[in-house]
């Protein structure tokens, strides 16, 4: 996603904002594809699909609907996730609102992270509240970042990822999950094909992060979804069979999801839905990989 976001940046220096903001949907394919193959280095065919990354680009821009919409904010998935498996796999909120200035830093405990619910990694984490509100720089630069963030468009920076397009911008702060002293923490995701679990990654985010990749099976995968990450190989952590089993009831009838967890203090947490993951522009080392994943994932292209 960070390189997503810079190539990004770097047609928005030519192409502004402005006249993203300015382009009819109809124009999208277009754009797409120039930003596409500046991602993955080949060009992008939306007639016929056959990697996985082509395959999430045909995803974005016409698999839509309100429920992906509803799902992808951060404040309304709670409602969702507490339906379909119960409250105790949210994390705790402590504050929703619209407008930063309004947040109660006093009522909130000295860690916690405060997220737009209508973008990805558009977020900011505070391990010391005193420390934050006394580095006016810091401080203003955080208000800043939101204040933009609440009048932004996600899906015009992030490569049109259309399931943003339409959440009304609010802002969620949650207890900061204590993932760095926890040495047992770890984040699952779950990649659903066709409603179904097909591979299970495992990260552990020390520095540099490590992480195994698991088929639908539990056996070791050769996939790498991340090729930043040091591939390890793992017996899977007792929490895993559950994120998947809950991953299942959550993915029907989606062509493709990817349902993200936590595991902190031994319990297990919803994340997020993450319906179009790296935006469709993997970087896979073995390029084959792009290739055989893109014929697991299942699409009807209308041709007429």
Request: glycine residues 4%; charged residues 30%.
């Amino acid at each position: 996603m960070e390189t997503l976001q810079k190539n990004t940046q770097e047609m928005l220096q030519t192409f502004s904002y402005k006249n993203f903001l300015a382009l009819k949907e109809k124009e999208y394919p277009k754009l797409l594809e120039k930003i596409f193959e500046m991602n993955t280095g080949y060009s992008l065919n939306l007639d016929n699909p056959k990697t996985f990354n082509e395959k999430i680009q045909w995803l974005k821009l016409y698999d839509l609907s309100p429920l992906k919409t509803f799902l992808t904010d951060k404040v309304l998935v709670r409602g969702w996730i507490s339906e379909k498996i119960g409250d105790k796999y949210l994390k705790p909120v402590l504050w929703i609102g619209k407008n930063f200035d309004d947040i109660p830093f006093d009522n909130l405990p000295d860690r916690f992270i405060i997220k737009a619910n209508n973008g990805c990694k558009w977020q900011y984490k505070i391990k010391d509240k005193t420390k934050f509100l006394e580095n006016k720089q810091i401080f203003n630069y955080v208000k800043l970042r939101f204040d933009g963030w609440m009048v932004q468009k996600f899906h015009l920076f992030g490569g049109f990822e259309l399931q943003y397009k339409d959440i009304e911008p609010q802002i969620i702060i949650e207890e900061l999950l204590p993932l760095d002293i926890d040495e047992n923490s770890l984040e699952f995701e779950i990649y659903c094909f066709n409603s179904k679990p097909m591979f299970y990654q495992e990260i552990k985010y020390i520095k540099p992060p490590v992480c195994c990749v698991y088929s639908k099976d539990y056996s070791i995968s050769d996939i790498e979804f991340n090729p930043d990450y040091i591939k390890i190989k793992k017996e899977p952590d007792k929490f895993l069979k559950e994120a998947v089993e809950l991953s299942s009831n959550l993915a029907e009838n989606f062509i493709l999801v990817r349902v993200d967890w936590i595991k902190c203090q031994n319990k297990l947490y919803f994340n997020e839905m993450t319906f179009t993951p790296f935006s469709g522009f993997f970087s896979f080392k073995n390029k084959d990989i792009d290739k055989y994943l893109g014929s697991l994932l299942k699409i009807e292209v209308n041709k007429n």
